[in-house]
C-alpha cells in the first residue's frame, strides 16, 4: 500500500473513533447525563424492582403500571411544553381537579357528557389563561403566580364540591377508562397518541422552534 493511501486510512480510523467515543468517556461526560439520566434511571429501577420482586415484571403488573401512568404522562406533556420556555406551572394538579369538579357538577345535572367535556377544558384553559396574563402583563414570577393559582383555584374546587365526591355515571367515560385495545387500556393509546403529537409540535414544527428559542433566551 502506497504512503497516501495509508495516510488516508489513519485519518479515517482516526475520524472513527472521534466519532465514536468509548463507553468510559461517554460516562464521564456531562451531557451524556444530562440527556439520558432519567432514563437509565428508570431502566434502574425496573432492574431492582424486578430482582426484589419477580412480579412486578409479569406482564398484567406492566399494563397496570401504564394505565396508572397515562394520566401522569398526559399531564406532563403540558408541563414540557412549559419548562420548554424556561418556566414552570405549580397549578397543573389544581387546574385538573377544578376541571374533574366541573365535568362532574355539568354531567350530574343532565347536561350531557359533551357539553361536560367542553365547559371543563374550557375551564382548566381559563386557568392556564389567567396564569399567562398575570406572569405576561403583570411581570411576575412564574413561581408566584402559578403557586397563588394552586391555592386559589384549590379553593374553588373545594367550595364547587362542598368537599365531597362527585359520581360519574357516564358509560363513555366508563368504557374509555376501562377498555382495552390489543395490549394495552384506551387511556394509555391516549397518552401514546398525546407523546407523538407532541413531540412532531416540539421539534418539527415553526412553533416548537420558536418555543425552545424562547426559553433559550428569555430576556429578548
Same mark, same amino acid.
Given at each position: ?13 482516526g475520524?472513527?473513533e ?7 468517556? =461517554? ?14 434511571g #428508570? !431502566?434502574?429501577? %425496573? ?5 426484589? *420482586?419477580?412480579? @412486578?415484571?409479569s406482564?398484567?403488573?406492566? *399494563?397496570? #403500571?401504564?394505565?396508572a ?11 414540557t411544553f412549559? %419548562?420548554?420556555?424556561? +418556566? ?8 385538573v ?14 347536561y350531557?357528557? @359533551? ?13 392556564? @389563561? ?7 402583563? +403583570?411581570? !411576575?414570577?412564574? &413561581? ?7 391555592s +386559589?383555584?384549590? $379553593?374553588? $374546587?373545594? !367550595?364547587?364540591?362542598? +368537599? ?7 358509560? &363513555?367515560? =366508563? ?15 391516549v397518552? !401514546?397518541?398525546?407523546? #407523538?403529537?407532541? /413531540?412532531i409540535?416540539?421539534? /418539527?414544527?415553526? @412553533?416548537?422552534v /420558536? =418555543?425552545?428559542?424562547?426559553g433559550?433566551? %428569555?430576556?429578548s
Amino acid at each position: 500500500m502506497s504512503a497516501p493511501a495509508e495516510n488516508a486510512s489513519s485519518r479515517e480510523a482516526g475520524a472513527a473513533e472521534e466519532s465514536s467515543p468509548s463507553l468510559a468517556a =461517554l460516562l464521564l461526560d456531562p451531557s451524556f447525563w444530562a440527556d439520558w439520566a432519567s432514563v437509565v434511571g #428508570l !431502566i434502574g429501577l %425496573v432492574i431492582v424492582f424486578g430482582i426484589a *420482586q419477580p412480579v @412486578f415484571l409479569s406482564v398484567a403488573n406492566l *399494563q397496570a #403500571l401504564l394505565l396508572a401512568a397515562a394520566i401522569l404522562v398526559v399531564l406532563s406533556i403540558g408541563q414540557t411544553f412549559v %419548562v420548554a420556555t424556561a +418556566g414552570i406551572d405549580l397549578s397543573l394538579a389544581a387546574a385538573v381537579m377544578l376541571g374533574a369538579i366541573i365535568l362532574g357538577l355539568v354531567d350530574a345535572a343532565g347536561y350531557g357528557i @359533551f357539553l361536560a367535556c367542553v365547559l371543563a377544558l374550557a375551564a382548566t384553559s381559563a386557568v392556564g @389563561f389567567l396564569n399567562g396574563v398575570l406572569i405576561t402583563a +403583570g411581570r !411576575i414570577p412564574d &413561581f408566584v403566580v402559578t403557586l397563588g393559582t394552586l391555592s +386559589g383555584v384549590t $379553593g374553588l $374546587g373545594l !367550595i364547587l364540591s362542598g +368537599g365531597e365526591p362527585i359520581m360519574v355515571g357516564s358509560t &363513555f367515560l =366508563l368504557r374509555l377508562a376501562s377498555g382495552s385495545f390489543g395490549p394495552f387500556g384506551y387511556p394509555v393509546w391516549v397518552a !401514546i397518541s398525546a407523546v #407523538l403529537v407532541a /413531540h412532531i409540535a416540539l421539534y /418539527h414544527t415553526r @412553533f416548537g422552534v /420558536h =418555543l425552545l428559542a424562547t426559553g433559550g433566551q %428569555v430576556e429578548s
